[in-house]
Each structure stands twice: as structure tokens, then as C-alpha cells.
């Protein structure tokens, strides 16, 4: 759902704002400036009818928050038989199983996408309280705080102007976490070497012990680095893929660094719930019934 971001410039609001349209679908996103950036990956509008009744968020290497401005929608988590109803939005962690998302016919929502470190500073608990129980707005940040929210957002004059809303409550509410550069350096390696570098390793240059690192991560990103190493990894082969063409999976496995396809196969499964055939059979649904949407790169038909 990231449609993408600049580093290393500041920008005013309009020019760090794009905006996209498919079909009746509205989405802007923004880019935050400092000290937001360090945080949050952009700021989005979206505004338009669901393309499914349902649809699957397989498990990703990051956090987000949505604020909800339309009728409720609903989620149900991994393996749980019902799905819980969120009327004023929600905060999801960084995930260990897929979730389903089920949304009204018209839906209407600002939202924040995060760095998996991301979501700490805004929360009042451990990130770890958290992992795979999303929880509503108003349980994190109290009902009256979030109905102010939505009512300055309901009086903004446009999609920029609920943003610029929107980045400002975020720097209200930052706050400063211990261990925040520890996790946020050790999560940069493993993203940079695809969920492939030994967590040992990454204790070690940072002068900490590994169990020292583990509590660290499970408070401020909600699960631990290996169990991080292994989403981001899967997410970054995920997104290396060509699904219009055919796919060899043998070399897709080899390449992200997988002992073999059978392992690959078992990791897939472990965290969407789908082969990787039936993975692309869905992915490739979505592509064709909805070209260029602004949901097409990551979530999937569940119907």
C-alpha cells in the first residue's frame, strides 16, 4: 500500500503529496518531514469503494495505523473464527500471521504507514501487548482523544489538509523510547541484507547481548529480530517478483537465500496461509480485475 517516499529533502505538504485515482479510488500520500521521517513511511488518504468485500494483508515487516471516517470495518486475525468490528480505526503492529480485512461498501480513512520501529514513540504501552491483537484507536489513545482527531479531520477542507492534520497529532503525541536507535539500526541490517544476517551478529556490533536485543525488539516493533529477519525477508522476495511472467520457484528460493524450495514452500505457508501457487493465482486476480489500484501491491482478494 506504500506508494513511495523521498529521503534527505524537506518539502512543503503540497509538494510532498501524490495523489492517485482508480476507478472511484482517491488516495494521497505524503511524505513527512523531520523528525517524522526517521518514523513513518507516508501519510495517506483514501476515499472510495473496497475493490472485494474481503481482502488479505499477509504478514509485513512494518506497522500501521488507520483512522476511520466511514462505516465501521472488520478484522479478523490469522486463525480466529470471528472478526472483531473497528468503528473509530485501528493500530496494527508488526504482524505474525495474516489478517483479513472486511470493509464496507464505501470506505473513507486516513492513515499512517510506519517503519516497524515506527509505532512505539505514538503508543503508551510495549509494541509487544500488541503483536497480532489489533487493537481500536480509542484503547490506545482514549475515546475522547480520538473523537477530537476525527472531528479536526472531519473539518479539514480537503485530503492535504486532513493529512497536515494528521502529521501534526503524530508530533503531539511522539514520545521518546528507550532503545529506539538500538532496534532501528539492528532492523536496518536486516532489511539490508534481506533477513539473511545472523542475529548474534547483530548483538554483538551493537556491544549488547542477543537476549538484550530480543526484549528490546519485542517492545518497540512486537516480535523478535528473527521472527522480524524471517517476514522481511519473505516480503522482499514477495516484491522481487514479476507476476506477469512465469516464475521458476526453485530460483526464486535459492536467490532469497532459503535452503531449498520445500523450506520456502513451508515458510510461505507458515505466514499467509497460501501456497505460492495459489498466492500467484489470487495475486494475479487482482491485477487483472483492478489495474493499477491503489491497493495493488500488497493486499489480496479473499473472496
Same mark, same amino acid.
Given at each position: 500500500?506504500?506508494?513511495?517516499?523521498?529521503?534527505?529533502?524537506?518539502?512543503?505538504?503540497?509538494?510532498?503529496?501524490?495523489?492517485?485515482?482508480?476507478?472511484?479510488?482517491?488516495?494521497?500520500?505524503?511524505?513527512?518531514?523531520?523528525?517524522?521521517?526517521?518514523?513513518?513511511?507516508?501519510?495517506?488518504?483514501?476515499?472510495?469503494?473496497?475493490?472485494?468485500?474481503?481482502?488479505?494483508?499477509?504478514?509485513?515487516?512494518?506497522?500501521?495505523?488507520?483512522?476511520?471516517?466511514?462505516?465501521?470495518?472488520?478484522?479478523?486475525?490469522?486463525?480466529?473464527?470471528?472478526?472483531?468490528?473497528?468503528?473509530?480505526?485501528?493500530?496494527?503492529?508488526?504482524?505474525?500471521?495474516?489478517?483479513?480485512?472486511?470493509?464496507?461498501?464505501?470506505?473513507?480513512?486516513?492513515?499512517?504507514?510506519?517503519?516497524?520501529?515506527?509505532?512505539?514513540?505514538?503508543?503508551?504501552?510495549?509494541?509487544?501487548?500488541?503483536?497480532?491483537?489489533?487493537?481500536?484507536?480509542?484503547?490506545?489513545?482514549? *475515546?475522547?482523544?480520538? %473523537?477530537? $482527531?476525527? #472531528?479536526?479531520?472531519?473539518? =479539514?477542507?480537503?485530503?492535504? /489538509?486532513?493529512?497536515? +492534520?494528521?502529521?501534526?497529532?503524530?508530533?503531539?503525541?511522539?514520545?521518546?523510547?528507550?532503545?529506539?536507535?538500538?532496534?532501528?539500526?539492528?532492523?536496518?541490517?536486516?532489511?539490508?541484507?534481506?533477513?539473511?544476517?545472523?542475529?548474534?551478529?547483530?548483538?554483538?556490533?551493537?556491544?549488547?547481548?542477543?537476549?538484550?536485543?530480543?526484549?528490546?525488539?519485542?517492545?518497540?516493533?512486537?516480535?523478535?529480530?528473527?521472527?522480524?529477519?524471517?517476514? *522481511?525477508?519473505?516480503? %522482499?522476495? $514477495?516484491? #522481487?517478483?514479476?507476476?506477469? =511472467?512465469?516464475?521458476?520457484? /526453485?530460483?526464486?528460493? +535459492?536467490?532469497?537465500?532459503?535452503?531449498?524450495?520445500?523450506?520456502?514452500?513451508?515458510?510461505?505457508?507458515?505466514?499467509?496461509?497460501?501456497?505460492?501457487?495459489?498466492?500467484?493465482?489470487?495475486?494475479?486476480?487482482?491485477?487483472?480485475?483492478?489495474?493499477?489500484?491503489?491497493?495493488?501491491?500488497?493486499?489480496?482478494?479473499?473472496?
Amino acid at each position: 500500500m506504500v506508494v513511495g517516499r523521498r529521503r534527505g529533502t524537506r518539502f512543503t505538504l503540497e509538494e510532498r503529496c501524490r495523489q492517485r485515482y482508480c476507478g472511484r479510488v482517491e488516495y494521497v500520500s505524503v511524505v513527512p518531514g523531520p523528525p517524522l521521517d526517521g518514523l513513518v513511511d507516508d501519510l495517506y488518504y483514501l476515499e472510495g469503494p473496497s475493490p472485494y468485500p474481503r481482502l488479505l494483508l499477509p504478514p509485513m515487516p512494518g506497522a500501521f495505523l488507520i483512522v476511520n471516517l466511514g462505516e465501521p470495518f472488520r478484522i479478523r486475525a490469522g486463525t480466529d473464527d470471528a472478526a472483531s468490528e473497528f468503528a473509530d480505526g485501528c493500530v496494527v503492529s508488526t504482524p505474525t500471521r495474516a489478517l483479513e480485512f472486511a470493509y464496507p461498501p464505501w470506505t473513507r480513512s486516513v492513515g499512517v504507514h510506519l517503519e516497524p520501529w515506527g509505532l512505539a514513540p505514538f503508543v503508551p504501552m510495549s509494541v509487544a501487548e500488541l503483536c497480532d491483537r489489533p487493537a481500536t484507536l480509542a484503547q490506545v489513545w482514549g *475515546r475522547g482523544a480520538v %473523537a477530537r $482527531l476525527r #472531528e479536526w479531520l472531519d473539518a =479539514a477542507r480537503d485530503p492535504q /489538509a486532513m493529512l497536515s +492534520v494528521l502529521e501534526q497529532e503524530l508530533l503531539h503525541l511522539r514520545r521518546d523510547v528507550p532503545g529506539l536507535d538500538l532496534v532501528r539500526d539492528a532492523s536496518s541490517s536486516i532489511v539490508a541484507t534481506g533477513g539473511t544476517v545472523a542475529i548474534s551478529d547483530l548483538a554483538t556490533a551493537a556491544g549488547v547481548s542477543s537476549t538484550h536485543l530480543t526484549q528490546r525488539f519485542k517492545e518497540i516493533i512486537g516480535v523478535t529480530p528473527k521472527r522480524f529477519a524471517r517476514t *522481511r525477508r519473505l516480503a %522482499a522476495t $514477495l516484491f #522481487e517478483i514479476d507476476f506477469t =511472467a512465469p516464475i521458476d520457484w /526453485a530460483d526464486v528460493a +535459492v536467490r532469497a537465500g532459503y535452503f531449498d524450495q520445500a523450506h520456502f514452500g513451508h515458510e510461505f505457508r507458515a505466514f499467509t496461509g497460501l501456497t505460492p501457487t495459489r498466492y500467484v493465482e489470487i495475486r494475479q486476480r487482482f491485477l487483472r480485475e483492478n489495474p493499477g489500484h491503489a491497493l495493488d501491491s500488497w493486499p489480496l482478494p479473499a473472496d
